[in-house]
């Protein structure tokens, strides 16, 4: 396969690894050029909101699978909302019509638990599905990154379902994974203050609103979501479009700290009080670890790591990727 990869951040820079050390031909599209490039791939500067340029790219390079992983994270976009707007659903339709237009094969389109929190109040059950009951009023998302990922999704089922375009969506769970020096995430500024503080052996205390939650949530190492979207490009059947990328098990506040602790046994760290809230300051807490039973039977996904591993893994020092 001849496969395209936008976005050159972790989860990106992760699948085109994978995808070059299995033999395909990668090129990675972003706005600027990554520091590191895995072997074997090709860098394409390239902005996704830009159709006529991704038609270019595509048809110049014989593209014949997409995995869009180009996107605005929430910290990003509370600077430019109009931007991260831009980014993540000008973005994403202009994928999706560029597959349309070109007859690209699989599109494989990266999207968020976060498309759900706003059911938490009302969610009653041992496990969230991918076919949530949402109000579209009372339920609306909480953040405009969430809204931009809903958005996102709806346009990859309707491009298939109008035009045939073969897309599948994956919702990704709070992702662990990238440098620690420069967070773009909520779990990763969350694990870079600790990691700091254990480092430096100072004691710290937590009371950042978007650092604490009350109950728990679902977290995914970026070395699964990029092993997702290789399970999601190779699926012969994908018929629900549509998967959450999770281990299916919730993580309280308590046992995060946990597992940094085990990784960073210097830590001292202190939470100001549990919130009521839910993660990242999402109003409701988490009713229910998340559904993957669908990503297993029609992905043939199951995550490998879970928050000790992840945590171990991505807040030591390493020379080079370990999917």
Excluded at 24 to 36: K, S
Excluded at 72 to 83: G, H, W
Aim: aromatic content about 6%.
């Amino acid at each position: 396969m001849s496969v395209l990869v936008t976005g050159a951040g972790v989860i990106g820079t992760l699948t085109a690894d994978l995808l070059a050390q299995r033999g395909d031909v990668v090129v990675v599209a972003d706005i600027r050029e990554p520091g590191i490039l895995p072997g074997g791939c090709r860098f394409a500067r390239c902005d996704v909101t830009d159709g006529p340029a991704l038609e270019a790219l595509i048809s110049g390079h014989g593209i014949t699978r997409i995995v869009h992983t180009a996107a605005m994270l929430s910290t990003a976009i509370r600077k430019d909302p109009v931007r991260g707007i831009a980014v993540n659903v000008m973005g994403t339709a202009a994928i999706l019509d560029a597959a349309r237009l070109l007859g690209v094969g699989r599109v494989v389109c990266a999207s968020s638990t976060t498309v759900g929190y706003s059911t938490f109040g009302s969610f009653r059950g041992e496990t969230l599905p991918e076919d949530i009951p949402l109000r579209l009023v009372s339920e609306r998302p909480g953040s405009i990154y969430a809204a931009t990922k809903i958005a996102g999704e709806h346009l990859a089922l309707v491009y298939a379902d109008l035009y045939g375009v073969d897309a599948v969506v994956l919702r990704y769970a709070a992702v662990i994974g990238g440098p620690l020096d420069a967070p773009t995430s909520v779990p990763g500024r969350l694990l870079a203050e600790l990691v700091s503080a254990a480092r430096s052996g100072n004691p710290i205390r937590l009371d950042d609103p978007l650092l604490l939650w009350g109950g728990g949530e679902d977290f995914v190492d970026a070395r699964d979501c990029a092993r997702a979207n290789l399970a999601a490009l190779d699926a012969t059947a994908p018929r629900q479009r549509v998967y959450n990328v999770a281990t299916g098990r919730s993580v309280d506040l308590p046992a995060f700290l946990a597992a940094v602790k085990a990784a960073w046994p210097t830590l001292e760290a202190s939470v100001s009080a549990i919130p009521e809230t839910g993660f990242a300051g999402f109003r409701h807490r988490r009713p229910a670890p998340t559904d993957v039973t669908a990503a297993l039977a029609e992905l043939g996904f199951a995550c490998l790591h879970d928050i000790a591993d992840s945590v171990r893994y991505w807040s030591h020092p390493r020379r080079a990727p370990d999917p």
